[in-house]
């Protein structure tokens, strides 16, 4: 069966410093990956998404970069996070080719500080 | 482009009571649309999705929910409500082979009373 890991569960960062989210899944291939904020009040917002190593599309302009070295590893990075940057994480994965339903990792609470 | 509202932020029900958790889409063309769960602190879980067919789909936990083109709605029920469905609902809507992700309302709390 498929599995998607989300890493670490929690950060607290200071301002500046650099940012690296790790998401993997396990049990498919070629999925198509998503990085996804979550803002209280605000429901989830899609930053990134991948439909292949390498290929990386973007969704809002911001802070923040996503990178895809293997088919089933997602990285959601910053050079230097700024204090709006707070919030829950969220990596999922879909069937690729298609719409399908989305399966989501457990998240990161990243505080900035 | 695809929108969803959830015109509820906050629904309290008293256990063993029914439920019924509104979503409104916007769409051009046949959506694919998803309720997903969400505990405090935790990921996004899916209760059940419609692409196409019958328009009422049953879903995990004992929700389902109703697609009502004329509407433009897709609402979440259940017939009796338990204290561990406390969490957030979240209505969500794609477009039919895209790969852009999921558009997302802004969730419903659901309380549940004792």
């Known amino acids: 069966s498929q599995t998607i890991h989300q890493w670490p569960a929690t950060l607290v960062q200071p301002v500046g410093s650099p940012l690296s989210l790790e998401c993997t899944v396990e049990?498919?291939?070629?999925?198509?990956l998503y990085w996804y904020r979550q803002a209280a009040g605000r429901g989830l917002q899609l930053l990134f998404y991948s439909v292949g190593i390498g290929q990386i599309s973007s969704e809002v302009p911001q802070n923040l970069s996503a990178s895809r070295p293997q088919d089933r590893q997602f990285i959601l990075s910053s050079k230097k996070l700024l204090l709006s940057d707070s919030g829950f994480y969220l990596c999922?994965?879909?069937?690729?080719?298609?719409?399908?339903?989305?399966?989501f990792g457990q998240g990161t609470r990243l505080t900035v500080v | 482009a695809q929108s969803v509202t959830q015109p509820d932020i906050h629904i309290t029900v008293s256990e063993g009571a029914s439920l019924e958790l509104r979503c409104n889409y916007s769409y051009g063309a046949t959506p694919y649309l998803f309720w997903y769960v969400q505990s405090p602190g935790q990921g996004l879980q899916l209760l059940l999705k419609?692409?196409?067919?019958?328009?009422l789909v049953q879903g995990i936990k004992g929700f389902e929910a109703e697609f009502k083109r004329s509407q433009s709605s897709f609402n979440l029920r259940k017939p009796s409500v338990h204290w561990s469905d406390a969490a957030e609902y979240f209505c969500?809507?794609?477009?039919?082979?895209?790969?852009?992700?999921?558009?997302f309302g802004k969730g419903t709390h659901l309380i549940i009373q004792p």
């Open positions: 999922a994965w879909t069937v690729g080719g298609g719409l399908h339903e989305a399966f």
């Open positions: 969500a809507v794609g477009a039919g082979g895209g790969a852009d992700g999921l558009t």
């Open positions: 049990g498919t291939s070629n999925p198509n």
């Open positions: 419609y692409f196409s067919g019958d328009t």
